[in-house]
T-cell receptor, first 112, second 115 residues
Framework: AQTVTQSQPEMSVQEAETVTLSCTYDTSESDYYLFWYKQPPSRQMILVIRQEAYKQQNATENRFSVNFQKAAKSFSLKISDSQLGDAAMYFCAYRSMGQFYFGTGTSLTVIP | DAGVIQSPRHEVTEMGQEVTLRCKPISGHDYLFWYRQTMMRGLELLIYFNNNVPIDDSGMPEDRFSAKMPNASFSTLKIQPSEPRDSAVYFC?????????????FGPGTRLTVL
């Protein structure tokens, strides 16, 4: 069965600094996608970034990038130049075919 | 597109009452998901549909919960009778199954409070 693990329930970062959120997953499949979602206090779930498993190149979206290690089944999110608006709950998710699997989330605090 | 629409946004009810949550997925999406989010249990998948057919309802907590999707543009999640432990935020999400590249699009959620 596919599982997604986020081992850091809470993280904090100083404004303008860099923080990395961890995510590992377990699967026996070779074709899948990975996603990071952000959930701010408004509760709206927002896609931050996605990674295709067959691509070795790490995805990047502005200040957000991932470190995808397929063999290790690791998919961490790096936030550079952290801003106050980055404070949120972050969820890692795995998709294969129609099914999605979410981690338990990491609550990120940004310290001014 | 207006995105995934959920109603009501907030619902306060008394224990024992029937509660119906509604969802309109994004047009063209063929997968629809219902989630429940609480502080204690995080984000839980309750049930998901593909082309209006329930595929996996193993996350539905008990027989008090039921979900339907009578057509491609509408789904309901019903709790009867409701209990205080059902208090949570309920999310509906949809996606297109043509490729695993496609992410889920979430609605704004319904905050349910059962007194």
């Amino acid at each position: 069965a596919q599982t997604v693990t986020q081992s850091q329930p809470e993280m904090s970062v100083q404004e303008a600094e860099t923080v990395t959120l961890s995510c590992t997953y377990d699967t026996s499949e070779s074709d899948y996608y990975l996603f990071w979602y952000k959930q701010p206090p408004s509760r709206q779930m927002i896609l931050v970034i996605r990674q295709e498993a067959y691509k070795q190149q790490n995805a990047t979206e502005n200040r957000f990038s991932v470190n995808f290690q397929k063999a290790a089944k690791s998919f961490s999110l790096k936030i550079s130049d952290s801003q106050l608006g980055d404070a949120a709950m972050y969820f890692c998710a795995y998709r294969s075919m129609g099914q999605f699997y979410f981690g338990t989330g990491t609550s990120l605090t940004v310290i001014p | 597109d207006a995105g995934v629409i959920q109603s009501p946004r907030h619902e306060v009810t008394e224990m024992g009452q029937e509660v119906t949550l509604r969802c309109k997925p994004i047009s063209g999406h063929d997968y629809l998901f219902w989630y429940r989010q609480t502080m204690m249990r995080g984000l839980e998948l309750l049930i998901y549909f593909n082309n209006n057919v329930p595929i996996d309802d193993s996350g539905m907590p008990e027989d008090r919960f039921s979900a339907k999707m009578p057509n491609a543009s509408f789904s309901t999640l019903k709790i009867q009778p409701s209990e205080p432990r059902d208090s949570a935020v309920y999310f509906c999400a949809s996606t297109f199954g043509g490729s695993s590249y496609n992410e889920q699009f979430f609605g704004p959620g319904t905050r349910l409070t059962v007194l």
